[in-house]
């Protein structure tokens, strides 16, 4: 069967939005990591799919990085690049249901009771190539709509540094804007670069989950 990518170090982040990468040693730049196989090509942009995250988030994040006239609907995201680090943040949603968006046990819910989780991530380093496993949950319960399905679409940058993944919670109309997830991949230092940065920090064989409180 085909190779699934597989995470480690899993990090939450409330609330914050992933910049690029600076510093921290030698990097190796990415040459098209992020591709999709498959899917059927959907126009967001058409008045009776009705895409409209807004709703819930703010477009200003994500808006100048995708043509929204070229969505691949039940396309599979695949990760070309073998050594990667990976973020997944949650930049909208136009939907009453609590649904869920899970990557390798990790959850990102849309809201707390009320309380929108516009902003949460997590973030992954040493993911390896292959079919990125994450997958949607309706209402946060009920039988999951993976990679693939056609409940979701992937659009991809130009650079093909990262990805929109959006989903269709199948509740009204199918306009995939009812959970959005930013994907964004930071270049990750050279192995000898990496081992003295993490020695120096005190981090070597140490695997961290961290997730910050909100505010009151």
């Known amino acids: 069967g085909q190779a699934h990518a597989t995470y480690t170090l899993p990090e939450h982040h409330p609330h914050h939005v992933p910049a690029p990468a600076t510093g921290g040693g030698v990097t190796t730049p990415l040459t098209s990591p992020l591709s999709v196989v498959g899917g059927q090509d959907t126009d967001l942009t058409k008045r009776f799919v009705g895409f409209n995250p807004n709703w819930y988030g703010d477009a200003s994040t994500y808006t100048d990085l995708f043509d929204f006239s070229d969505m691949s609907r039940g396309g599979t995201l695949l990760l070309t690049e073998a050594v990667a680090q990976v973020t997944f943040t949650l930049v909208g949603f136009e939907s009453w249901l609590n649904n869920a968006f899970v ?91 990496a081992a003295m940065l993490l020695a120096g920090l005190g981090l070597v064989g140490a695997a961290t989950r961290r997730r910050q409180q909100r505010k009151a």
């Open 103 to 193: 990557v390798d046990g990790e959850r990102l819910d849309n809201r707390d009771s009320c309380l929108s989780n516009l902003g949460d991530s997590i973030s992954f380093s040493n993911v390896a190539a292959g079919e990125l496993n994450f997958s949607f949950l309706t209402h946060g319960l009920g039988r999951a709509k993976g990679n693939g399905s056609n409940a979701t679409g992937v659009l991809l940058s130009e650079d093909h540094n990262s990805a929109l993944i959006v989903f269709n919670d199948g509740f009204g109309r199918r306009d995939y804007d009812d959970m959005v997830i930013l994907m964004t991949i930071s270049p990750v230092p050279e192995p000898e670069a």
